[in-house]
Structures are given as structure tokens and as C-alpha cells.
């Protein structure tokens, strides 16, 4: 147990909804990541908060916004969900986040119909 | 281009046995870091090894240790001992900077290791 968090677990889901996905840092983390893992794309960095500012970005679709909230907890919100959209998304927290090891929740599996 | 590139879709190793599972970058940030994971069946993605690249050493934690050869851009992680334990996909990856001084995550296709007994 890494002590990060995600809920839910299991998201299945239609075409053009909007789903949010929380996650819940290690006691005492101050950076957040999300993380997608689908069969075609393999994983990909979505995008990095650390104490509740935006700290780095990558591939994340502009129907995908995440945001860390004063408590540090993360959420990532999916809007006009594809078909493409349905894969493994994981949170990491880490102390820093420029070497330290990120911890990774156990992800929410996003299936979208 | 690829920027990491992991070469071996898959291996095999016998238990007890070291090995090597290959990964070679290309980034022109001259201050970037380096990462393995480890995915197991369950899912889950567990941090094994960090090298920085201004690290002198190569990275050792436990069993794993990370062969750094920043001229040839290559960071593979070498398995020692190999237990049945660590069959699962690893994961090579990189954080870079980028043009507008934010770091970025890059990760590899993965190498899926066997142990056999």
C-alpha cells in the first residue's frame, strides 16, 4: 500500500459524459500527478500540481482540467468523454517533485461505452 | 522521434540470474532525470530507481541499479539476483525541462520480464 488513494476504482460511462476522478496524497506529499495508461498509447504524463499550483504539463487534452485543493487532495475531471478516453488512470504524490520517488495510487479504470 | 526507447518487448531471465533491461534517451536538456518503474500483474506502478543527470555515481537500491552511460544516453536497469517476485512490466522514463521551464514526463513502451524457477 503506497498510502495514495484514488477513488473510485471502476468508472464505466457513456460517450460525450463528464466524469471526475479524486485522488488523495501520501500524508505530508505536496505534489500531485496524473498519469494515463491505455493499450495503444502505453503511459503518458498528464499533468503535475505541487501545493495547488500547476507545476508541469503534458499530454493532457483540453476536454481533460484537474486542479489540488488546499487540503492537497487532486481531482481530474473528463469532459466529453471518447471511446478513446477508456484506460488506467493514476495519481502519484511525491515530497518535491524534481527526484523524489513518486508513489502511485492503485488507479481508477475508466471505461468509457 | 522516440525519446525513450525500450527495445526489448519482452524477457526471460532464470531465477537467481542478473539482468538487464535496456533503455536509451535523447533529450538536449542538459538537466534531466531518469526513472525506472515496475508494473506487476496487480496494476499497480511501484518507483524502483531514480539517477539524476549530473549524478557521478550510477543509482543502486537493494537489488536494482541503474548503468548510466550519459555519452551513449543510455540508463538501463540491472537486475541482481532475479526472484520470481519480479516478473512484471518495467517501465523506463524521463523528466526533462521544457521550453517553458516546467518539467515533462516521458515514458518508454516497457520491457516485459520472466522469471523463470
Known amino acids: 500500500d503506497s498510502g495514495v488513494t484514488q477513488t473510485p476504482k471502476h468508472l464505466i460511462t457513456a460517450t460525450g459524459q463528464r466524469v471526475t476522478l479524486r485522488c488523495s496524497p501520501r500524508s505530508g506529499d505536496l505534489s500531485v500527478y496524473w498519469y494515463q495508461q491505455s493499450l495503444d498509447q502505453g503511459l503518458q504524463f498528464l499533468i503535475q500540481y505541487y501545493n495547488g499550483e500547476e507545476r508541469a504539463k503534458g499530454n493532457i487534452l483540453e476536454r481533460f482540467s484537474a486542479q489540488q485543493f488546499p487540503d492537497l487532495h487532486s481531482e481530474l475531471n473528463l469532459s466529453s468523454l471518447e471511446l478513446g478516453d477508456s484506460a488506467l488512470y493514476f495519481c502519484?504524490?511525491?515530497?518535491?517533485?524534481?527526484?523524489?520517488?513518486?508513489?502511485f495510487g492503485p488507479g481508477t479504470r475508466l471505461t468509457v461505452l | 522521434a522516440q525519446k525513450i526507447t525500450q527495445t526489448q518487448p519482452g524477457m526471460f531471465v532464470q531465477e537467481k540470474e542478473a539482468v538487464t533491461l535496456d533503455c536509451t534517451y535523447d533529450?538536449?536538456?542538459?538537466?534531466?532525470?531518469l526513472f525506472w518503474y515496475k508494473q506487476p500483474s496487480s496494476g499497480e506502478m511501484i518507483f524502483l530507481i531514480y539517477?539524476?543527470?549530473?549524478?557521478?555515481q550510477n543509482a543502486t537500491e537493494g537489488r536494482y541499479s541503474l548503468n548510466f552511460q550519459k555519452a551513449r544516453k543510455s540508463a538501463n536497469l540491472v537486475i541482481s539476483a532475479s526472484q520470481l517476485g519480479d516478473s512484471a512490466m518495467y517501465f523506463c522514463?524521463?523528466?526533462?525541462?521544457?521550453?517553458?521551464?516546467?518539467?515533462?514526463?516521458?515514458f518508454g513502451t516497457g520491457t516485459r520480464l520472466k522469471v523463470l524457477a
Open positions: 502519484a504524490s511525491s515530497v518535491e517533485g524534481v527526484s523524489d520517488t513518486q508513489y
Open positions: 539517477q539524476g543527470s549530473y549524478d557521478q
Open positions: 533529450t538536449s536538456d542538459p538537466s534531466y532525470g
Open positions: 522514463a524521463m523528466r526533462e525541462v521544457t521550453e517553458s521551464g516546467t518539467y515533462k514526463y516521458i
